[in-house]
């Protein structure tokens, strides 16, 4: 694993342009760093979704180059749905990645049961996806991201389609989770109170075609809880953040 | 329970009413026996004529079930090699559809004339019992979850193991659809193929029997092998039914039983 701090992956110049000739990205660079959060925030449709599938490799820049100084990462996605297997139950779902990488049997036992365990649904390994709740399944999607301990978590608005509730528990696991593991994790939202709860760094991104528009940094300690949520810190930040993003929204240059 | 109950029921007392209707119009007017027989004659025809209705049955049914079984593979594996090679696809479907949309009644005498009859017959039941296996997989196939794609790629999963861990089980649920109408086709196949080869013929299944019974004006026993072919189909189309309830019955929403 790279020391924190050294940069882990670079974004330089890519913009991608797609068939139908929408430009997704024009001119984005970002240096993502060990062991950071990291927040791409902006508006629906500004490409964050696209920057995130290029930097995992699914999506193919049509200008500019990504960058990995240190070689490829091991990676995790976390999609918008659970995007879970209804014919496999948990314990299935989260072994997947392991079982495509034809590893050691008994070793991805022990890993899915660790993880499992770590996200909370140790008594739901054999339920399957349409017996559990949306967090539920959003933890097990998750879990699947994390089995392979990759060193790069990416997160493509993960939290966006469940209720308010659900939504600040799982916050708070995951913060516990990426202080626990002291992995990296970009997490694209478009949510400014999630970016600042969450981030170290938040990266506001222009309206298509999508560009940095500002970097803002959250220096606050972690852990966090609950009470950040309601601190005066906290709103400040936020609304640093939400000023930043509406100036982006309204195309003014930086 | 009740509900249940009344599900089953009404359809037999429906039946029943009209079995006596039936009954009731024969006697009354002395219907003779070649133009309507009597539901009770028939009755004792099948059990009469038990030992040749059932020899027939028997060879109808096992053409029915291998063409059924050629069907499965064949659908199944067109399907499977037109989502892993595009171009079979593109050059072979034309084909598949052309086969399809012909009648079989036009194709069968000349398939009788290429071929020996029992595979004459074999190979009309399979031409109409692929195709839903083969458009339905097909579909099913292809309409695959895009984000778990997208995952199986992540994570550099060969093509075959998109195929048998994620392709295939997703396609289950239309698979079984397909299965369930291939089923039926089978049996339709091998009865219309039957009776187009029994004026040739040297047939022995029940469509023959219905045929032969025909022209010796043998309407009792007609019904009575009607009655078996239908009775056939029913079974076939609750076995399929049964089977796909049991493949699918843990996770997906068609088997499911919600609790209200």
Redesign the interface.
């Given at each position: 694993m790279n020391p924190p701090g050294t940069k882990i992956v670079s974004l330089r110049n890519v913009g991608k342009t797609f068939e139908s000739g929408t430009v997704a990205l024009d001119g984005l660079s970002l240096d993502v760093h060990a062991g950071e959060f990291v927040s791409l925030l902006g508006p629906s449709g500004c490409g964050k979704s696209t920057a995130l599938?290029i930097i995992?490799?699914?999506s193919v820049p049509s200008a500019g180059a990504v960058e990995w100084p240190f070689g490829d990462s091991k990676?995790g996605?976390v999609?918008q749905?659970p995007?879970l297997?209804?014919?496999?139950d948990v314990a299935a779902n989260v072994r997947?990645?392991l079982?495509?990488?034809h590893g050691d049997e008994a070793q991805a036992q022990i890993a899915v049961r660790q993880v499992i365990a770590r996200v909370g649904l140790a008594e739901f390994a054999q339920s399957?996806?349409?017996e559990l709740s949306g967090g539920m399944k959003m933890r097990t999607s998750i879990a699947r991201a994390l089995v392979?301990e990759p060193q790069l978590l990416l997160m493509d608005e993960p939290f966006a389609a469940l209720d308010e509730i659900t939504r600040f528990k799982l916050n708070n696991d995951l913060l516990r989770l990426w202080q626990d593991l002291r992995r990296t994790v970009i997490f694209v939202t478009h949510s400014v109170f999630e970016s600042v709860y969450l981030s170290q760094r938040i990266v506001v991104m222009t309206p298509r075609p999508g560009r940095v528009f500002a970097e803002i940094a959250i220096p606050a300690p972690c852990p966090r809880d609950e009470r950040f949520r309601t601190s005066a810190e906290y709103a400040g930040y936020c609304r640093q953040v939400a000023e930043a993003l509406s100036k982006a929204m309204a195309g003014g240059g930086t | 329970m009740n509900e249940r109950w009344r599900r089953v029921a009404s359809p037999l007392l429906t039946l029943a009413v009209l079995l006596l209707i039936w009954e009731a119009i024969v006697r009354f007017y002395t219907v003779p026996s070649y133009v309507l027989p009597a539901p009770s004659l028939v009755l004792t025809t099948l059990v009469a004529d038990a030992g040749l209705l059932w020899s027939s049955l028997l060879v109808t049914l096992s053409i029915t079930f291998e063409a059924f079984v050629l069907a499965a593979l064949g659908g199944v594996g067109l399907a499977v090699a037109f989502s892993l090679w595009r171009p079979i696809e593109r050059s072979l479907y034309p084909f598949a559809v052309i086969l399809q949309v012909t009648p079989i009644v036009a194709i069968a005498p000349l398939l009788l004339i290429y071929l020996p009859q029992p595979l004459a017959v074999l190979a009309c039941a399979w031409i109409v019992a692929f195709f839903p296996v083969l458009a339905n997989t097909t579909l099913g196939l292809s309409s695959v979850?895009h984000?778990?794609l997208?995952?199986?790629?992540?994570?550099?999963?060969s093509r075959w193991?998109v195929l048998w861990?994620?392709k295939l089980?997703?396609a289950?649920p239309q698979m079984l659809a397909g299965l369930r109408i291939a089923g039926g086709l089978s049996l339709i196949g091998a009865v219309v193929a039957e009776i187009a080869a029994g004026s040739a013929g040297a047939g022995s299944g029940l469509a023959y029997r219905i045929a032969e019974s025909g022209y010796r004006l043998n309407i009792p026993r007609m019904f009575a092998a009607l009655l078996l072919l239908s009775a056939a189909g029913v079974a076939i189309f609750f076995a399929l039914s049964a089977l796909s309830h049991l493949a699918l019955r843990?996770?997906?929403?068609s088997a499911?039983r919600r609790e209200r």
């Amino acid at each position: 694993m790279n020391p924190p701090g050294t940069k882990i992956v670079s974004l330089r110049n890519v913009g991608k342009t797609f068939e139908s000739g929408t430009v997704a990205l024009d001119g984005l660079s970002l240096d993502v760093h060990a062991g950071e959060f990291v927040s791409l925030l902006g508006p629906s449709g500004c490409g964050k979704s696209t920057a995130l599938r290029i930097i995992a490799g699914l999506s193919v820049p049509s200008a500019g180059a990504v960058e990995w100084p240190f070689g490829d990462s091991k990676i995790g996605f976390v999609f918008q749905e659970p995007t879970l297997m209804p014919w496999a139950d948990v314990a299935a779902n989260v072994r997947l990645p392991l079982k495509l990488a034809h590893g050691d049997e008994a070793q991805a036992q022990i890993a899915v049961r660790q993880v499992i365990a770590r996200v909370g649904l140790a008594e739901f390994a054999q339920s399957y996806p349409r017996e559990l709740s949306g967090g539920m399944k959003m933890r097990t999607s998750i879990a699947r991201a994390l089995v392979t301990e990759p060193q790069l978590l990416l997160m493509d608005e993960p939290f966006a389609a469940l209720d308010e509730i659900t939504r600040f528990k799982l916050n708070n696991d995951l913060l516990r989770l990426w202080q626990d593991l002291r992995r990296t994790v970009i997490f694209v939202t478009h949510s400014v109170f999630e970016s600042v709860y969450l981030s170290q760094r938040i990266v506001v991104m222009t309206p298509r075609p999508g560009r940095v528009f500002a970097e803002i940094a959250i220096p606050a300690p972690c852990p966090r809880d609950e009470r950040f949520r309601t601190s005066a810190e906290y709103a400040g930040y936020c609304r640093q953040v939400a000023e930043a993003l509406s100036k982006a929204m309204a195309g003014g240059g930086t | 329970m009740n509900e249940r109950w009344r599900r089953v029921a009404s359809p037999l007392l429906t039946l029943a009413v009209l079995l006596l209707i039936w009954e009731a119009i024969v006697r009354f007017y002395t219907v003779p026996s070649y133009v309507l027989p009597a539901p009770s004659l028939v009755l004792t025809t099948l059990v009469a004529d038990a030992g040749l209705l059932w020899s027939s049955l028997l060879v109808t049914l096992s053409i029915t079930f291998e063409a059924f079984v050629l069907a499965a593979l064949g659908g199944v594996g067109l399907a499977v090699a037109f989502s892993l090679w595009r171009p079979i696809e593109r050059s072979l479907y034309p084909f598949a559809v052309i086969l399809q949309v012909t009648p079989i009644v036009a194709i069968a005498p000349l398939l009788l004339i290429y071929l020996p009859q029992p595979l004459a017959v074999l190979a009309c039941a399979w031409i109409v019992a692929f195709f839903p296996v083969l458009a339905n997989t097909t579909l099913g196939l292809s309409s695959v979850d895009h984000n778990l794609l997208a995952l199986f790629d992540l994570y550099k999963a060969s093509r075959w193991q998109v195929l048998w861990n994620l392709k295939l089980p997703s396609a289950l649920p239309q698979m079984l659809a397909g299965l369930r109408i291939a089923g039926g086709l089978s049996l339709i196949g091998a009865v219309v193929a039957e009776i187009a080869a029994g004026s040739a013929g040297a047939g022995s299944g029940l469509a023959y029997r219905i045929a032969e019974s025909g022209y010796r004006l043998n309407i009792p026993r007609m019904f009575a092998a009607l009655l078996l072919l239908s009775a056939a189909g029913v079974a076939i189309f609750f076995a399929l039914s049964a089977l796909s309830h049991l493949a699918l019955r843990r996770w997906h929403e068609s088997a499911v039983r919600r609790e209200r």
